[in-house]
């Protein structure tokens, strides 16, 4: 059974471009990396770089060291009925952790094909447009909106 705690990295370029996967059992339900931590008191910041390695083939590690950054920010949403059978009976709701990463311009991506079925970068704005789950949307508008106000 999955844990209702999970983690979700918006993967972007210095460009501006966002990372979105296609997910294989929905098609056109784009999104960010996504995933549940695999037990309790996994660290929340190991379960993301593990998802993005399971998921995209991108090994945070042999990135600079600042490159995974925690956007402190928690949502709870409801989990969609169709995915529920994954967790244990009467669990309802998730909590999810939002995550950013930054990788370099000539990053290669390989896709987990049981998982996700095609990839795109995109405009952050586009991007946030695209994401099935308007969380993920408000997620990517988050970080950009957090580094616009860096750069003003």
Known sequence: MKIPISVLVV??????????IERADKANFWQSVTGSI???DEDLSAAAAREVLEETGIDVQSLPAASLQDMHHQIEYEIYPQWRHRYAPGVTKNAEHWFSLLVP???SVRLAPR????????PHAEAANKCFSPSNGAAILKLFSARQSVTD
């Not at 993967?11 to 979105?20: A, D, R, T």
């Open 11 to 20: 993967i972007y370029k210095s460009n501006g471009e966002v990372l979105l």
């Open 38 to 40: 695999d037990f309790l």
């Open 105 to 107: 311009n000539a990053v």
């Open 115 to 122: 998982e996700h079925v095609a990839y795109q970068w995109l």
